[in-house]
């Protein structure tokens, strides 16, 4: 049930927009159609400037021009674009570490709106194919961490860019199935399980190495993270040490690879002067919207706001959690969120300064969304039990909720915006359509789509149950081995019934 729900709400959000769309997709889609080395790939010619140009079907080169940055304009003029050959200078030549173009050539066809519709499904079914594995092969406390850890915080930005053509859906994919992985083979007795799940964590880390240079830098923290966290067990399991060692080297490999490593130097910006004190203080004082746009953020290229009502509620939702995972501390738990935060916190702003650009600009919060999960994650486990805390049924109905409504919202506005564009504000999104190329109208594809994400997110009660020595707001559910009865032992020392 859970995996329908995934699916369905996959599909929805890769029918949901024209080719084109997402952020930099002119740039991804040439770069798919024309995979390095480009003369053996496509035709090409250099400039008088040295820049290579390849040739590409007008509809993968202008899709975005069209439709870029203007939020009342529909997807209506993609549809009118031909497939006669245009030359086009925005590729792929060595900054990307290249693998993830590579695979996404194999789906092209003739048709280039089918082409990147199915490149968009087959990311969002690899996706879902991990994230199934690994929560499959992991303990039950495990599971519990992945659920409130990873789906509190997937609302929009990261299932957005998981049914995608764009490279970061592989990093978000890859970072938080390299942890998952870690942490499941770390906290797994049955021996089979541990080695699947390091082989899911090398999995992981080879699809984030292969699509962005920052998350093979990404998967180096990670791996360290790893290490301070379950670091008082791998003290007497050192063997256990070398599965976060082979992730923190594809993760090297990756960065080395991708000649986007070479920002740390230079920054973003060709010729920029680096700031000085004053942007470092403008840019600390605007860092908190940067560092919750994985939920605030505008879709496509910035074009598309995300409702209030989307990311107020998961926003506190998600900050109630990791809360709640602090309530439990020693030293190596410290040390792991001190490193991931540092480098969610310190990367950006040194970035910026380095590039003298201020927060909204050139760093993304898509480019540091594979941490949010991990950060989230690791906040939760408390490595004093090697358990999570379990929320109250009352509880994971209001994050359902919050989830639930969200995304449903979220992905209304995404619907509407291509459909019609953002100047029309009917709620049924099947008035007026200017574009839709899905045989699933767009109203039913927005309810499917809903109805999907609300069943993957009844998993917030499924792993709600109640399980041996549970940790709950307020105290610990004891169960009594014979009866199977359950009684919660409050902080005042009483103890009181809990409903099974």
């Known amino acids: 049930m859970l995996i329908v729900g995934a699916l369905l709400a996959s599909f929805a959000w890769a029918t949901a927009s024209p080719h084109g769309s997402s952020p930099d997709e002119d740039f991804h889609l040439t770069s798919i159609w024309c995979p390095t080395p480009l003369d053996q790939s496509c035709a090409t ?17 202008y899709a975005s021009l069209c439709i870029a940055f203007d939020s009342s304009a529909s997807g209506e003029c993609v549809a009118d674009l031909d497939k006669e050959p245009v030359w086009g200078a925005r590729v792929d030549n060595g900054g990307f570490p290249g693998g993830f173009y590579d695979v996404m050539h194999w789906f092209v066809g003739p048709d280039v709106a089918a082409s990147v519709m199915t490149m968009r499904i087959a990311n969002a079914v690899l996706a879902i194919a991990l994230f199934a594995a690994v929560t499959a092969l992991s303990t039950p406390q495990a599971r519990r961490v992945l659920v409130y850890g990873y789906l509190t915080i997937s609302v929009p930005m990261a299932i957005y ?45 080879g699809l984030a190495a292969m699509a962005r240079a920052d998350a093979g830098a990404f998967l180096g923290v990670v791996a360290a993270a790893i290490v301070a966290l379950h670091f008082p067990a791998l003290r007497t399991r050192l063997r256990d040490v070398l599965a976060p060692v082979l992730v923190a080297v594809i993760g090297v490999i990756g960065f080395l690879y991708g000649g986007q490593s070479g920002a740390l130097e230079g920054g973003l910006v060709v010729n920029r002067t680096p700031g000085g004190r004053a942007l470092l203080v403008d840019n600390f004082l605007g860092l908190p919207d940067l560092l919750i746009g994985s939920q605030k953020d505008a879709l496509n290229w910035v074009d598309t706001p995300v409702p209030a009502l989307t990311w107020v ?40 300064q380095i590039s003298g650009a201020p927060v909204g600009t050139y760093v993304q919060a898509r480019y540091l969304t594979p941490l949010v999960p991990v950060i989230m994650a690791t906040a939760l486990w408390n490595p004093l039990q090697r358990r999570v805390p379990r929320l109250t049924f ?9 989830l639930s409504i969200g995304h449903s919202a979220v992905l209304h506005t995404q619907i509407r915006r291509f459909v019609t564009g953002l100047d029309v504000s009917s709620p049924n999104l099947n008035t007026n359509i200017e574009w839709w190329v899905s045989p699933v109208s767009p109203m039913a594809t927005w309810m499917v789509g ?45 103890a009181h019934p809990v409903l099974p």
Not at 167 to 187: D, K, M, N, Q, Y
Not at 326 to 346: D, E, F, H, Q, S
Request: aromatic share 6%; charged share 10%; glycine share 14%.
């Open 313 to 352: 509620p998961i926003v506190l939702a998600a900050g109630a959690l990791a809360f709640l995972g602090l309530r439990a501390l020693n030293l190596p738990k410290t040390i792991a969120l001190l490193g991931l935060v540092g480098v969610y916190v310190a990367l950006p702003l040194y970035m910026l």
């Open 161 to 205: 860019l998981i049914a995608s053509v764009n490279p970061s859906g592989w990093a978000i994919t890859g970072v938080a199935v390299a942890w998952a992985g870690l942490h499941g083979f770390l906290t797994q007795p049955e021996p089979r399980r541990r080695y699947a799940l390091a082989g899911l964590a090398l999995t992981g880390a």
């Open 394 to 402: 009352t509880q994971s109905a209001l994050v359902f909720g919050a």
């Open 45 to 61: 010619k250099v400039r008088d400037d040295g820049t290579t140009l390849v040739e590409v079907p007008r509809a993968v080169s």
């Open 450 to 494: 809903s109805l999907g994400f609300a069943l993957l997110a009844l998993s917030l009660f499924l792993v709600g149950r109640n399980l041996p020595g549970d940790e709950v707001a307020g105290g610990v559910v004891r169960v009594c081995p014979v009866s199977g009865s359950v009684a919660l032992s409050g902080e005042g020392g009483g």
